[in-house]
Nanobody, 125 residues
Framework: QVQLVESGGGSVQAGGSLRLSCAASGLTSSRYCFGWFRQAPGKEREGVAFIYTRGGTTAYTDSVKGRFTISQDNAKNMLYLQMNSLKPEDTAMYYC??????????????????WGQGTQVTVSS
């Protein structure tokens, strides 16, 4: 059973930076899509950034391109989300998610099987 544990959330002023981490355990393959998702109160969950463990292909939603960077450390089974130039609209609960995929072509679509408990990010103006 894959388990995901996020950390690194917190409160920051607009323009600041945060780095989220996700520790993964129970992985049985090198072919996983990993994603960072977020959900703000009263809004639908949205996918923010994605990476395929085999090859490192990444994808981002338009609103975070150039500001957020997703990365992985396969040796440590860690996933990261570096968030720079944060805006108040980035305030949300952030979740790490994983799903086994045979290809990394569409990590930004479809349902994810495994989810972490989330970490709160609050950006003040």
């Amino acid at each position: 059973q894959v388990q995901l544990v996020e950390s690194g959330g917190g409160s920051v002023q607009a323009g600041g930076s945060l780095r989220l981490s996700c520790a993964a355990s129970g992985l049985t393959s090198s072919r996983y899509c990993f994603g960072w998702f977020r959900q703000a109160p009263g809004k639908e969950r949205e996918g923010v950034a994605f990476i395929y463990t085999r090859g490192g292909t990444t994808a981002y939603t338009d609103s975070v391109k150039g500001r957020f960077t997703i990365s992985q450390d396969n040796a440590k089974n860690m996933l990261y989300l570096q968030m720079n130039s944060l805006k108040p609209e980035d305030t949300a609960m952030y979740y790490c998610a994983a799903d086994w995929r045979s290809s990394g072509a569409y990590c930004d679509t479809g349902e994810y099987t495994y989810w972490g408990q989330g970490t709160q990010v609050t950006v003040s103006s």
